[in-house]
């Protein structure tokens, strides 16, 4: 027997019929009738489903039955946006009714400041509301259901935490010795420009205290064993820096770390180690004999020390990736992980991990971007196909493809003109310059496109003149025939001023010829400044081009110039090695001859003892 559904009462419903269900969509109407053996049978509307809603729909889950005489179900659907998930949405598959729906809070973001930095910044926090205080910190909460409000205040809570970016960096700013840090630490919001002035001052006066000398090979073993902490034991930690790899030493000071840092180059020419014993290794870094030995996996032997600093400073140098230098630094196997962490921290090397992360994306441009969402630091991959992508720091909605705001049902370059009104602008101007034979004129009146033939016409007959001060004419109305004597001086033509008619058709054509040559004259100066715009346009464009040329031009040379002192360089470094290995070949074929010969002398046979002769006299025999 039919029973009464959950939900919404149906009208139609009748509890004396049957109900056959779970039929396939493809039996016929015949075979049912068959097997009812009744004629009565009608076929119930089936439920309608939303093919599109099923598709957004990311998920569905069943997650409780209850009771099922009652009809209660608890089902949890996913989406992937919450603007797709709507609210008081009424389904035509449940009587028109609606679903109680309920979405879990979007976002909540909470972020812990000193309570130092809050009272510097409490003006720029007053819009912000404070929920509670701690001991030694506030604690600032934003929560919203405005996806596009959120993201915005939540970036502008982290820019505020983060406070303000000078796009210069000095690494002596990095100390607390520093006095600069403890001049500007404690200043009010309303100090930050001049603070600004005051760091950017202090950046160019330690810019020209410091100066770079690039050292010959010889002398970085030197410098890593015992002229880099000497230096470093009478200026300072901070003011002494040597790159291993291009063997460029930094210093910050006046003459007298100028007059200590030649003082250590002179010696460290004096003092090159060149007695080599046979089957020795040179450290590919100083090109001196490996002390404390250290091996990679590419059988090359480096210095202890020599290999710590050259991994300790590839965070400054930003010179990636970490290969051997071994085979005049042909070798380019990559320094492995474990090798990278025995010789640095744990802090260390966290810190040149999210050195080499950001040189790889600043180094691939095209291929990596930022959030475009000011003080956003997010990064997502470029693809060429269209798709969203969604920020988690400020939910901000992004085309993978231009970088801009998602355009959905519009290509990058449809949505590039439309959010650009030059763009338009300047398409609309070169459509009239394509369009300017056209001839069309446009009745202002009905705003109707007529040619120069008929638009005066037009403008006389259906609007009583071209301003629209002249009344339309009256249609003729009918006149009863009088019929009159004779009279040779009656006007045959009753009364028509034709000589007025004349003028007024003569004084029509030549406001009519005046205003074409107008139109014509307006024309012509529009589009002579249209002309004029391109032509400077095309100026500017030309003008870009060529200082680009010369901006590459001038690169190519630095590049040759940096290329042909590296070769020179290394054409002095080989020389130099080449002298020191016939030196060092000579010293030890010298010491072989000298051996060979003080062995020659110990074989010889004992010499004659002097005799005494019969005259008194001595001699010897030789």
């Known amino acids: 027997m039919n029973q009464l559904p959950p939900g919404c009462i149906v009208p139609s419903f009748r509890p004396n019929t049957i109900k056959i269900s779970n039929l396939p969509d493809v039996v016929p109407p015949a075979i049912v009738t068959d097997f009812a053996q009744s004629h009565l049978i009608r076929a119930l509307k089936p439920l309608s489903f939303d093919i599109d809603s099923a598709i957004e729909m990311q998920s569905f889950d069943v997650t409780s039955r209850g009771d099922n005489e009652a009809g209660m179900l608890s089902i949890r659907a996913r989406f992937n946006t919450f603007t797709i998930a709507l609210l008081d949405r009424r389904f035509s ?46 604690r600032i909460q934003v929560s919203g259901t405005v996806e596009a409000a959120l993201g915005a205040m939540k970036v502008r809570v982290e820019s505020l935490a983060a406070g303000e970016k000078i796009d210069r960096w000095h690494d002596h700013l990095a100390y607390p010795q520093a006095q600069l840090v403890q001049q500007i630490a404690e200043a009010e919001p309303k100090a930050v420009e001049k603070a600004k002035v005051v760091v950017m001052e202090e950046l160019e006066r330690l810019a020209s205290l410091e100066f770079t000398i690039t050292l010959r090979r010889p002398s970085v073993g030197y410098f890593v064993r015992t002229g880099l902490a000497a230096m470093r034991e009478v200026f300072g930690e901070d003011d002494v820096a040597l790159d291993i790899r291009s063997a460029v030493i930094t210093v910050r000071g006046g003459e007298e770390v100028r007059l200590h840092l030649d003082n250590h180059i002179t010696e460290s020419l004096k003092t090159v180690n060149v007695n080599v014993a046979p089957g020795s290794h040179t450290c590919p870094i100083c090109y001196d004999d490996v002390s404390t030995p250290f091996q990679l996996v590419c059988e090359h032997v480096y210095c202890t020390g020599c290999i710590r600093h050259f991994l300790t400073s590839a965070a400054e140098t930003g010179i990636f990736p970490l290969v051997c230098m071994g085979n005049e630094s042909t070798c380019g196997t990559p320094i492995s992980i474990p090798v990278i962490q025995k010789f640095l921290p744990p802090t260390a090397f966290n810190h040149l991990l999210e050195t080499v992360f950001t040189t790889h994306v600043d180094k691939h441009p095209q291929e990596f971007r930022y959030c475009k969402t000011p003080d956003c630091t997010q990064i997502y991959r470029r693809s060429e196909a269209v798709s969203v992508l969604r920020c988690p720091a400020c939910f901000s909605e992004i085309c993978s493809s231009c970088g801009e705001d998602s355009h959905e049902r519009l290509s990058c370059e449809h949505a590039r003109i439309h959010n650009n009104p030059a763009e338009q602008e300047r398409m609309s101007e070169a459509w009239l310059l394509q369009q300017r034979d056209a001839g069309a ?66 004084e029509a054509e030549a406001h009519r010829i005046a205003e074409e040559q107008y139109n014509r004259d307006r024309t012509q100066l529009r589009i002579a400044a249209l002309q004029a715009r391109l032509t400077e346009r095309r100026r500017q464009e030309e003008a870009d081009r060529e200082r680009e040329l010369r901006l590459e031009r001038e690169a190519q040379w630095r590049r040759q110039q940096a290329e042909r002192q590296r070769r020179e360089q290394e054409e002095a470094d080989r020389l130099y090695r080449e002298q020191v290995n016939r030196w060092r070949t000579d010293q030890t074929e010298r010491a072989r001859q000298a051996t060979a010969g003080q062995q020659t002398l110990w074989q010889q046979p004992p010499r004659a003892q002097p005799t005494r002769q019969d005259q008194g006299s001595w001699c010897v025999v030789m």
């Open 441 to 506: 004129h446009i009745c202002w009146r009905c705003m109707g496109a007529f040619d120069a033939g008929q638009i005066y016409d037009h403008m006389n007959t259906s609007h009583g003149g071209i301003y629209g001060d002249e009344p339309a004419p009256a249609p003729p109305q009918p006149q009863a025939t009088v019929l009159q004597h004779q009279n040779p001086f009656v006007d045959a033509f009753q009364g028509i001023d034709y000589l007025a008619q004349v003028r007024l058709l003569t």
């Open 93 to 138: 598959y449940i009587c028109n009714s609606m679903f109680w729906l309920r979405i879990p809070p979007q976002a909540l973001y909470t972020i812990t400041i000193p309570s130092g930095q809050y009272r510097a910044q409490e003006n720029l926090w007053k819009e912000a509301p404070r929920q509670y205080q701690r001991s030694g910190s506030y």
